[in-house]
Every structure is written in C-alpha cells, then in structure tokens.
C-alpha cells in the first residue's frame, strides 16, 4: 500500500504560482511512477503531467507546457508540482497518483494505469 497526501492548493489570481506537494508513506516510493492529475467540475479527471521513478523522463499536458513543472524527491518520498502563470482555466482538484513502474524510465497518462490515489487539493484561479 502506498498513502498519498497533496497539500499546497489554494486560491490564487491570474498569472500567479502555487507549488502543489504529495507526501507519500508506505511502499518504496521510488520504485512508483506519479502523476498529477485534475478534474474540473464536469469535466473527466485529465493528465497534467508525469514522471518516471528515476525522475529522468516526463510528461507534460499541452495545456501546462512550459507553465507547470513536474519533479520528485526520492529520498524525501515527495512529489511536486510548479504551477506558474496560472490561468482561470487551472482551476480544478489536483491529485497525485502513484503506479508501480519495472522501467525506470516509464511514465503513465491513463487513470485506470495508476494504483494509489491522493485525497486531491483544490486549485483556484480567479481572474
């Protein structure tokens, strides 16, 4: 079992930066590849972006490209996510997810591929 905790959400206006973390406790983290996904009210949770276990190989939504950054502290057992020029459409809960990876360089996109899930944080963007 692998417990996820996301914290950092928050409200925050137009062209702002928030820093979302993912503490996780339980099996080996580093042998997990993660995620951060979203769902907006309405909407399917999406991809934002993942990452291998090694951290060498990742995965960015076209949305975020080039505004969100994407790393993980293996010895911490913590995930990240920098969010930079937010825009109103951000605004969704955010989860991390954990799935178990026998590549170091593989990364998944699906929801149905990721085993472990976080509680999600709430993402605001007012514009």
């Known amino acids: 079992q692998v417990q996820l905790v996301e914290s950092g959400g928050g409200l925050v206006q137009a062209g702002g930066s928030l820093r979302l973390s993912c503490a996780a406790s339980g099996r080996t983290f580093s042998r997990y590849a993660m995620a951060w996904f979203r769902q907006a009210p309405g909407k399917e949770r999406a991809i934002v972006a993942a990452i291998s276990f090694s951290g060498r190989s990742t995965y960015y939504a076209d949305s975020v490209k080039g505004r969100f950054t994407i790393s993980r502290d293996n010895a911490e057992n913590t995930l990240y996510l920098q969010m930079n020029s937010l825009k109103p459409e951000d605004t969704a809960v955010y989860y991390c997810?954990?799935?178990?990876?026998?590549?170091?360089?593989?990364?998944?996109?699906?929801?149905?591929?990721?085993?472990?899930w976080g509680q999600g944080t709430q993402v605001t963007v007012s514009s």
């Open positions: 997810a954990a799935a178990q990876a026998s590549y170091s360089g593989s990364y998944f996109l699906r929801p149905l591929d990721y085993d472990y």
